[in-house]
């Protein structure tokens, strides 16, 4: 008789084995449904974390875009409010403030003092005889007798002449150094009742020479003119440029021009120094003077010396020597009362 075999059946051992196996994939489904149900949670979370973050970085952003431009709206009105009361200063063409003044001008202060004490050179305020409005001037009491009200000075270069018209109108510079006093300023100067005023250049050379042109019966006519410049005879050492040596070259009579008001006479255009130009204040470095095609004068060109420049600069062509046109290192302008009302 057959001992029977100790041998497991293969069939127990498959069903055993499935067993196991449906056990183990049961906890894996569970597992993994476990998982993706926390990664789920998780992507929801953060978006929805995201959305909140984004939400108050736009609304963190708006409010930053409305206070910038509340600032702009503030800042813009307040740019309006000092253009305002920049173009209303400039209506008036002279600071409205309650000054002691000193006289109508330098020649009235050195006549009013001079017999009392030594007026010495510097500034002073004055108020022209029929004007409303005081301003300060460079008095010269020490050249040719004193008494002389410096409209116009170059010394260095250290102030721009290039100037549209307003500025040629209202003045610029430094009182005591480089300056353009303004033509409504010495309008009013000049427009004094009884009183007639003479006109004096003073020039020097780069080498240190120094000459001068000297005018009587100088005087302008009003703004509406354009400042239309008169000078009556001339006698000096620097020669006569504004009336120059040909008549197109005559600067008298002509109406004050800068490259935004232009009076030169060039229309549409003239020939000076050999080439053709349509402006003289532009071919002169933008400068303002009373030009006529264009001339040989013009005292506030560029300071061509002290910048070291080839430009035309400051002119006055008929001062020469060697047949050579001087190069002018400074320059002023004086006026000073040829006739007063109380010497009669």
């Not at 952003?61 to 206070?67: I, P, T």
């Not at 300023?185 to 000459?211: H, V």
């Not at 400068?287 to 004068?297: H, T």
């Amino acid at each position: 008789m057959k001992k029977k075999s100790s041998a497991r059946s293969p069939r127990g051992s498959y069903d055993k084995c499935f067993q196991q196996c449906k056990e183990t994939s049961s906890d894996v489904r569970e597992k993994k449904h476990y998982i993706c149900k926390n990664l789920q949670n998780s992507l929801i979370a953060y978006a929805r974390s995201t959305k909140a973050m984004l939400k108050n970085m736009l609304e963190e952003q708006q409010r930053s875009l409305d206070f910038l431009s509340n600032k702009v709206s503030e800042l813009t009105d307040k740019v309006l409010l000092l253009n305002a009361e920049v173009s209303k200063q400039r209506m008036d063409p002279f600071p409205l403030r309650p000054v002691q003044t000193h006289g109508y001008d330098c020649t009235d202060i050195k006549d009013t003092f001079g017999p009392v004490s030594k007026t010495p050179s510097g500034t002073y305020i004055i108020q022209p005889k029929g004007t409303h409005f005081p301003f300060e001037v460079f008095c010269d009491m020490d050249y040719r007798g004193g008494g002389w009200t410096v409209i116009q000075r170059r010394i260095d270069g250290t102030v721009n002449f290039q100037r549209p018209w307003l500025d040629y109108a209202d003045g610029f510079g430094d009182i005591s150094g480089e300056f353009w006093l303004g033509l409504r300023k010495t309008f009013c100067i000049l427009n004094q009742k009884n009183t007639s005023f003479m006109l004096n250049i003073a020039l020097e050379a780069e080498d240190g020479s120094f000459a001068y042109a000297s005018y009587n019966n100088f005087w302008l006519e009003d703004e509406k003119t354009s400042f239309i410049i008169h000078v009556g005879r001339y006698f000096g050492t620097a020669g006569d440029a504004i009336r120059g040596r040909k008549k197109e070259e005559n600067q008298n009579a002509m109406p004050f021009s800068t490259f935004d008001v232009d009076n030169d006479g060039c229309y549409p255009s003239c020939a000076a120094d050999n080439k053709t130009v349509s402006s003289c204040s532009i071919s002169n470095s933008r400068s303002g003077w009373w030009f006529n095609r264009c001339g040989l004068a013009n005292l506030n060109g560029v300071h061509r010396v002290t910048r070291g420049v080839e430009v035309s600069g400051i002119r006055w062509k008929t001062w020469t020597e060697n047949n050579a046109t001087v190069r002018i290192k400074s320059v002023s302008m004086k006026i000073r009362r040829s006739y007063h009302p109380y010497y009669k």
